[in-house]
């Protein structure tokens, strides 16, 4: 079935320093992926719709200068979290689906962010 | 924008008894709704989806059932096991518009022995 790989899983950085996230579809183009913010014991809050060749759309309140997404291939989107803060610590995942075959969304494992 | 709330945030049930999680969703053009079972610190994972052309769906253990007029799908777990015992899910989309799928604020279950 189809596949969503992210990387890294896990990632610790430092105060202030930027944090790039890979999300790949492995056997199917995905020409829109979708990043999403969990807090513990929260649920999943989307962040922003990423679009293979234009720029991504952001969900309400989540600032687009500081979560930087780039999606410039059809298997290939990426989140970097800039200048990040204590406060951006958290387990982000995408998620994406194959429009040709009409099945479920799959995720990605995500990625444990920790800022310290 | 869609808002799905989701009920309880907390259940606990006997094993061997059933559980039941409801949820609603305030876009009348959402025609997808999946459910998904989440392990601690792991992706979720899909355990059974419906489609706003049908009224409910039964996987072995596992049931959903949807309202469109009231908007309302439900959950239903019967046999309970211990793990079953996990954090649930409901979610709503429109697909094959934008296809982004809005998840409700999560159930733990716990199941008890």
């Known amino acids: 079935g189809a596949v969503v790989s992210q990387h890294p899983s896990r990632v610790i950085c430092k105060s202030g320093t930027s944090v790039k996230i890979e999300c790949r579809s492995l056997?199917?183009?995905?020409?829109?992926m979708f990043w999403y913010r969990q807090f513990p014991k929260q649920s999943l809050m989307l962040m922003a719709t990423s679009n293979e060749g234009s720029k991504a759309t952001y969900e309400q309140g989540v600032e687009k200068d500081k979560f930087l997404i780039n999606h410039a291939s059809l298997t290939l989107s990426t989140l970097t979290v800039t200048s990040a803060h204590p406060e951006d610590s958290s387990f982000y995942i995408c998620s994406a689906r194959d429009r040709v075959t009409n099945t479920e969304a799959f995720f990605g494992q995500g990625t444990r962010l920790t800022v310290v | 924008g869609e808002n799905v709330e989701q009920h309880p945030s907390t259940l606990s049930v006997q094993e061997g008894d059933s559980a039941v999680i409801k949820c609603t969703y305030s876009?009348?053009?959402?025609?997808?709704f999946p459910w998904y079972k989440q392990e601690l610190g792991k992706r979720p994972q899909l355990i059974i989806d419906i489609r706003s052309n049908v009224g409910e769906k039964k996987d072995q253990r596992i049931a959903v059932t949807l309202n469109k007029t009231a908007k309302h799908f439900s959950l239903h777990i019967t046999e309970t096991q211990p793990e079953d015992s996990a954090v649930y899910f409901c979610?709503?989309?429109?697909?094959?518009?934008?296809?982004?799928?809005?998840f409700g604020k999560g159930t733990r279950l716990h199941i008890l022995p």
């Open positions: 056997d199917f183009q995905a020409t829109t």
């Open positions: 979610a709503a989309s429109e697909e094959n518009r934008d296809d982004k799928i809005i």
């Open positions: 876009d009348s053009a959402s025609n997808y």
